[in-house]
């Protein structure tokens, strides 16, 4: 199954500075391409685990026996580590965001380019939907979605034209969807304005922020000391986090000082934030808006 070429391949996993007998985890394992450049570098004693809650990932599960797919959401990481025996890990791995495989499939609702029912579920198990967002929300939650996740000013404009619509009959696709918000979308921004609603929609669908929480705070607790966590996100709402955690180990708020007045932070940032070459994005259109930002535990 086609999922494209791996972002930031080298940087990412050379920002794990591997130990050949240490335990990793890839916890959006996707294609497989960084799982398979972690597992280049590991010997015969070294382990790999990777995560993905989306079934059609299931597909490229690698066939080593260093390698162990777990069919879950991230957010369970430590969970379902231990169920395999593990309590501590020498580096973690995070591709944030939407595969390239998941954009490319029209039937998932993900892509602003395909007509496609009202989906967006990375994995099938999960309950929300976009279409029960859009159908069933009320307009106060309407408006915090496309505010927080979107970060769109016009977010009550937006409400109210869908709920306006919503009474006549159901708005079952992302075509419908497109065609009730047009009066919102001028011409020279539709495609950016169009990206952000299901940007928004997406994130709230997936519970993708509170899913990121839950994992960073778990690697810092499953996370050997001296050894490094590699994330790579797409939107400033992910970069924020991810950045404030590395830095204070918290998402709001300053850390404690010690007793001469330092931050105690359990992190120590390893270099600067890392973006793709302009020759990585001509060839992975979809590395344009990556950030990498790379951690070791103190």
Partial sequence: MDYH????LKETVDGLNINPNGVYVDVTFGGGGHSKEILSRLGPKGKLFGFDQDEDALEN????DRFVLIPENFRYIKRFLRFHGITEVDGILADLGVSSHQFDVPERGFSTRFDAGLDMRMSKKN???????????????LKRVFYDYGELKNAPALSRTIIDAREKKAIQTTEELKSILGKHLPAHFSNKIL??????VRIEVNQEMDVLKEFLEQSLQILKPERRLSVISYHSL???LVKRFMKNGMFEGEPERDLYGNFSVPFKLIGKLIVPSEAEIRI????RSAKLRIAEKK
């Fill in 238 to 240: 992910e970069d924020r």
């Fill in 127 to 141: 309950e929300l939907d976009a279409f029960k967002v859009i159908n069933e929300y009320d307009d106060e939650n």
């Fill in 195 to 200: 990206a952000q609603i299901y940007q928004a």
């Fill in 284 to 287: 992975n259109n979809r590395a």
């Fill in 61 to 64: 599960a690698l066939d080593d």
């Fill in 5 to 8: 070429n791996p972002v930031l």
